[in-house]
């Protein structure tokens, strides 16, 4: 199935990708090709097949309700782009 | 269209033409000690910001999520409350937006299997009963704080705190059963009053751990369909839920009188301008792509643990209020008051268990204490004052060994301090006096020493045994039985024959 | 011989015996990768006073543990630079993690390091574990070392070459389609994905968390059970992880396959393989047949559609795993943004190498409305016929061989232009990465001088088997010559 430039740009958007119209061009050819090839999954016979939810064994899927210790504020934001009074700064929401 | 209130005397004639058709989003934190998916503490309250956090709650590259037992088992014990179906396969989904309180650019919730599916909640609206069906109650984590650096709309930066980020967040779903704002507000008040009694939330609407979203639409009365729903958000108080509902209401009713259109859309509620606003859409229809959180393997539950967890529900507020009527002969109000919060419904069967007539540990809870909770800012577990305690007091209240405003008085002052009141009684002699003997001397001497009430009294006037009785009650320093006294008084002092 | 080019095990009896230092076998490390990898490019960083400091400590646990101490101790290792280290730099090759410098340490890192291993550095790889070739890492492309115009295969492709190139001992990759095993192939060393579960994923950067899997590189075999012992077994901080206990795969190593059934999978050596990989291949399968084992073909009809499948879960669950990646809290952000939307579409096009961003595309398109039961629930279950078929062929044979990549190493830039020839490197490795099965690549020959790799899988939690089987394909066909690099003195 191919992919236009719309589906493109709301893809890019819900991803929040800022493309260009030049990429969108571009990734609206590139995805094209590879949906093509992952068409081939329509062809499969998935009748009554369930979708896999979980590879391997259980796992551990729980833990029990106990406190540890928390990162300092020093190293929770050690690499933040912009801090104020130990809050983590961000542009205006728009 | 004004922007202002709407009148509520507009409201009889709208409800008269206009159903509303209400359901309430209501999304509680759960008191687990741990976050939902890490170790850091769920209570973070007065915390510096984002010093409570670690590579999981901040989303770090790398750092998975691993589910609280806890967290989940309090969520069952919620759906068993509510007569819900707990279904033995669950799991957790990703809901994927981008929003700077969401670190990870999904939040981790249950879509399509959640714990608890269906049930209904019981509740009373203007003495009458009802019951609102719930449609289904799941399990996610919350997000952080968001604070504007001004208005969202204008200018300025916004700041993050993630301490509240990963917090696990129950949220109950009603169907759109309930039919005017007072109903939703009394739902509201009966959903609170079941976390309380579940021990799984603190109640607190101010702080935010108990928050409401409402869903209204309107519908002409005789229709069953469904007309243009908004949401309304952030409604943190019985009071604004009823009144934003109510400002809905006349809303849409006049909109649609006027025949103008209805947009679905989300509103706030504005305490400066008393009425509901239109908020900017976050995304117009954003596309969640749920899809099963693959760090987190599907949970099934046995059969026999929710059984566990079913026994953990303890006796609800209706019941209890219904079994201390009958086992105490209580009035309806009587028992809702004392059961409106469970630790103070344990306070009063406390009270009773240690022999204290039902009828009098009854009033003086619910008129007493209440009122010294209040004077004092303290809860009845703070006061230090024990079940037993009050049960010895009002013991004596009530075989009049000691008069009610003395215990009164005991009361106020062992509240707080400590003190057991009944001791104090003991330590002071603070007993009252009843014997006959012993108060027919100082009612004779009252008599003898203000001879003219004595006479006033006898000739007719009711207000002159006051003087006297106030006498004895000097001259006992308080102690006398004040109805023994004046029944001896009255005695001595029989009515001249009229002339 | 450099010490650095001998087994681990060599290495770690030479530790004890007093013959080596760890220090010594840092500084050779030092000094290997001085004189390489400038024509390699396997390292993004190399750590030395962190690594002469390891050195230094593990050479008093030694001194004072003897026989003791762990097999590990003392040995230079590398880490895929997805794997998160403490205090220093991690990038998972990508430009939007620079300068990130985690607070914590992956869980395999830090067995590693429990067990007195020395890491050198940080080893490159394709964005965010994205490819095949490593040419996707938004820093330097690592080169084959047995031929320097070609790739080393991806996404572990630095990983591949430090062990390739004996820049140090063994090394740590991560596989999700085909991550380690096809590197491992292409440049002639022993790769081993577990089984999905075995070793927790805490501290991994996520790609595809329903795939993704750490697992060691090494020269043997036997060096690769020895690290995988150290690192695989229950974590609590992974709920994907396997509460089982860890099966050692030590004992049975050399029991051979004498007895044992094999399978081949009719659909992979149908799959148009390379005359060269095609030829080893055969040869090592009658190599294994007169070792005793019986090979017969076997048939995993999904395979036509697995690498679809892969192409649809790995990408949706990568586009909602790097949503985290915003630049706000770490990475280079953009501070002069004038709105959060902003904020986010540059750091992240900026940031973003252009196949990551397709596959972020592409990953969000199978979970969007509306296509979500047409990709994504379809490709999963796709996945689970996948993973009855290899049930079916399990319950015939005990473990199945094939090629592990259909083709020999290409050039740099040969597939650059075609994101779908890229894919199809893929093919060999991606259906067992479906099933969780484990599954190890083994050097098993050349062809025009460059290294075919044989792939061996076996049954869930088998993973001992697995490499049992493996060893006997070391032992029919030796173990792989190193590269012939010239050391060069450092300029």
Redo the contacts between chains.
Sequence with gaps: MPIDRDAVRHVAELARLGLDPADVERAAEQLTVILRAVDELQAADIAGIDPTLQVGDPGTPTRSDTVEPSLPVERALAGTLSQEAGLIRVAQIQ | MSEGALRASDLGPALARWEPVIGLEVHAQLLTRSKMFCGCRADYAGLPPNTNTCPTCLGLPGALPVANAEAIRQTVRTGCALQSRIPLHSKFDRKNYFYPDLPKGYQISQYDLPLCVGGWLEFEVAGVERAARITRVHLEEDAGKLFHGGEIHHGGSSLVDLNRAGVPLMEIVGEPDLRTPQEARAYLVALRQLLLYLGVNDGNMEEGSLRCDANISLRPRGDDGLGVRTEVKNLNSFRILQRALEQEVLRQAARLEAQLPLRQETRGWSEAEGTTVAQRSKEAADDYRYFPDPDLPPLTLSPAWVETVRAEVPELPRARALRLRQAHGLSHEEARGLTERPREADYFERVVGAGAPAAVAAAWQLNELAGLCQRTHRSLEASGLTPEQLARLLVLVDCREVSGATAKELLAEAFGSGADPAELVEARGLRQVSDEAALTVHVEAAIEAQPKAAQDYRAGNDRALAALVGQVMGATRGRGDARVVSRLLRERLPRDPPS | MSWLLRPLTEQAHALRSGAVTSAELVEETLRRIGCLDGRVGAFLRVTPEDARAAAHAADLRLRAEGEAAPDLCGIPIGLKD???TEGVE?T?GSRI?Q??????S?TAALRLAEAGAVAVGKCNCDEFAMGSSTENSAYQPTRNPHALDRVPGGSSGGSAAAVSAGLVTVALGTDTGGSIRQPAGLCGVVGFKP????VS??????F????DQVGPFARTVRDCALVYRAIAG?D?????????EVEDPCPQLSLGVAGLRLGVPVEYVEAGLEPGVRRVFDEACQRLAAAGAGIEPVSIP?T??A???Y??IAP??A??N??????????P???D??????????A??HG?GPEV??R???G??A???GY?D????????????V?QDFARAFAKVDAILAPTSPTLAFRLGERLTD??AM?QSDVCTVPFSL??VPAVSVPAGSAEGLPVGLQVAAP??ADALCLRVAQAVETACGVAEPPALALEPVR
């Design positions: 997805v794997l998160c991690t998972a993690l300068g990130f410098v985690p607070p914590y992956a089984t999905y579960g075995r994923r805490y501290g991994l950067i996520a595809a968390s329903s795939l229950p609590r901080r992974d709920a994907t992880c396997s509460a089982r999904s036509r559609f690498l679809a499948a192409y649809v949706a669950e586009s909602s790097l949503a985290r990646m915003d630049g706000l809290r770490f990475g952000g953009r501070p943004a004038r709105t959060l939307r902003e904020q986010l579409e540059e992240r096009h973003f961003q397709r972020i595309m592409l969000t398109y979970l969007s409305r979500y047409a990709y994504y629930r379809r490709a999963q279950q796709v996945r689970t016929l993973a994101p779908l894919y099933a969780g869930t939690f």
